[in-house]
């Protein structure tokens, strides 16, 4: 989806920004690649600087509820320094490298619910306004893909996802934001856990999986939640039994047993939550190469779209500030 804006900070005849992204979802660590497209206005300007931002919509626990916010993940100046003359065109290439944490908003082209957008901001003589927006959809890494995949052969439905603002402590998390998987267990574990909450730290060297258990009370013990971490090569994944391999993870995390290095907590902006997103009530269905995620409720790609639109307005002055506090 390509949002085309006339720069308003700029004033009535400023230049107009079309950026267009390549087709697909990109990786986590993995490049994004388009163009920048610029119209010409009404009279010749010299383009400083162009900026593309990585924002994602997150929650944030506040005392006594929670609401959602806009954080920029990542900033990329991609051109600048050139005189665009009065209607003219001029287009930027650009190719620049996604962080390895970005979080995963679709699997097997069903979206999971997290909203990323890239912003496109122009800046002339001081002037600095967000001229574009648009949609990011990003795939999973094999590995994770891999594990979400067993998670569905082993019976495991997902439930939904979203990012949470904050860090999980004893991992190497360097966004300011984590991502939550929230995933409901099969009938054989349903007396033992309530839900299990996925967290992938995804590094150049490979991937910490954060595996969070909401364990209801027994006979002789109280409801409580276990957090435990694993970890598992890129390289790994193809020779990997990922079924055999997070089942022995799941057993871990049901008995309730500290895994070797594990945090014994998340960050202070973790809390006992159940939520619902947009791909509530999902399902982790069996397809012919391993499994992918079906969205219920009617939710097409259109609507999925208009969401990721919807989402962001009204944040330019939060957002603003955020950018403001980086600069």
Same mark, same amino acid.
């Given at each position: 989806m390509v949002f085309k804006k006339l720069l308003g900070a700029l004033g009535v005849g400023g230049?107009?920004? @079309?950026?267009?992204?390549?087709?697909?979802?990109?990786?986590?660590?993995g490049p994004l690649s388009g163009e920048v497209r610029l119209r010409g206005g009404g009279?010749?300007? *010299?383009? %400083?600087?162009?900026?593309?931002? #990585?924002?994602? &919509?997150?929650?944030?626990?506040?005392? +006594?509820?929670? @609401?959602?916010? *806009?954080? !920029?993940?990542?900033?990329f100046t991609v051109g600048g320094g050139f005189?665009?003359?009065?209607? *003219?065109?001029? *287009?930027?290439?650009?190719?620049v490298t996604?962080?390895?944490?970005?979080?995963?908003?679709? #699997?097997?082209g069903q979206h999971l619910g997290p909203v990323l957008g890239i912003r496109t901001e122009l800046e002339i003589a001081g002037a600095r306004d967000k001229g574009d927006l648009d949609a990011l959809?990003?795939?999973?890494?094999?590995?994770?893909?891999?594990i979400l995949e067993a998670f569905g052969q082993l019976g495991y439905a997902f439930s939904s996802? %979203?990012?949470?603002?904050?860090?999980? &402590?004893?991992?190497?998390?360097?966004?300011?934001?984590?991502?939550?998987? +929230?995933?409901?267990?099969?009938a054989g574990h349903a007396q033992a856990v309530n839900e299990i909450e996925v967290t992938f730290i995804a590094a150049p060297g490979g991937l910490e999986v954060v595996i969070e258990a909401d364990k209801r009370a027994g006979l002789f013990s109280e409801g409580h939640d276990t957090v435990h971490r694993f970890t598992a090569s890129h390289h790994a994944a193809p020779q990997t039994d990922w079924n055999a391999q997070v089942d022995a993870?799941?057993?871990?995390?049901?008995?309730?047993?500290?895994?070797?290095?594990?945090?014994?907590?998340?960050?202070?902006?973790?809390?006992?939550?159940?939520?619902?997103?947009?791909?509530?009530?999902?399902?982790?269905?069996? !397809?012919?190469?391993?499994?992918?995620?079906?969205?219920?409720?009617?939710?097409?790609?259109?609507?999925?779209?208009?969401?990721?639109?919807?989402?962001?307005e009204g944040e330019e002055g939060e957002e603003g500030e955020e950018d403001e506090e980086e600069g």
């Open positions: 230049p107009s920004v @079309d950026t267009v992204l390549q087709p697909g979802p990109a990786l986590p660590g009279s010749d300007v *010299t383009v %400083d600087r162009i900026s593309l931002l #990585l924002v994602a &919509r997150v929650e944030r626990e506040g005392q +006594e509820e929670e @609401d959602e916010g *806009t954080v !920029v993940l990542e900033r005189r665009l003359a009065e209607e *003219t065109d001029h *287009t930027v290439p650009f190719s996604l962080p390895w944490e970005t979080p995963i908003t679709e #699997l097997h959809a990003v795939g999973p890494l094999p590995a994770q893909e891999a996802a %979203d990012l949470e603002l904050g860090h999980i &402590r004893g991992t190497g998390q360097q966004l300011p934001c984590y991502q939550e998987i +929230e995933i409901l267990p099969p993870w799941l057993k871990e995390v049901i008995a309730g047993r500290e895994a070797h290095g594990a945090p014994s907590s998340y960050g202070d902006d973790h809390g006992d939550r159940h939520r619902s997103g947009p791909g509530a009530g999902a399902v982790v269905a069996g !397809v012919a190469a391993g499994v992918a995620v079906g969205v219920v409720g009617g939710m097409v790609a259109a609507e999925v779209v208009d969401e990721i639109g919807d989402a962001f």
